[in-house]
């Protein structure tokens, strides 16, 4: 089984609108945000993903000079786990 990890938020991220200049991955304290290393939006730029491990703190959406980013707090923490996903 493995280990249940807390999740307080999520983003949606436009990734057309992304030129990849890696910003928003040395905002993200929590490092839950990674580079796709071979795929590319339609302009030819690689953009982030999310991970597990949200907390909604913003610091994506604020670093971000293309405005990539909506985010959204949970009203309550929710836990992830490998097997069932996020409850
Ligand atoms: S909201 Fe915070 S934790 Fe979530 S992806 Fe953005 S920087 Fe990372
Ligand atoms: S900061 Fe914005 S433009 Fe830069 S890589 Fe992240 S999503 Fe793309």
């Given at each position: 089984?493995?280990?249940?990890?807390?999740?307080?938020?999520?983003?949606?991220i436009d990734v057309e609108a992304c030129k990849g200049c890696?910003?928003c991955?040395?905002?993200?304290?929590?490092?839950?945000l990674a580079m796709t290393?071979?795929e590319t939006n339609?302009r030819?730029y690689r953009f982030p993903q999310?991970?597990?491990?949200?907390?909604?703190?913003?610091?994506?959406?604020?670093?971000?000079?293309?405005?990539c980013?909506?985010?959204?707090?949970?009203?309550?923490?929710?836990?992830?786990?490998?097997?069932?996903?996020?409850?």
């Amino acid at each position: 089984m493995s280990k249940p990890q807390q999740v307080r938020g999520t983003v949606v991220i436009d990734v057309e609108a992304c030129k990849g200049c890696d910003l928003c991955i040395e905002a993200c304290k929590p490092e839950v945000l990674a580079m796709t290393t071979a795929e590319t939006n339609t302009r030819g730029y690689r953009f982030p993903q999310l991970l597990v491990g949200c907390t909604g703190c913003r610091a994506c959406a604020d670093v971000c000079p293309d405005f990539c980013f909506s985010v959204f707090r949970f009203d309550e923490p929710k836990t992830w786990t490998a097997e069932s996903g996020l409850q």
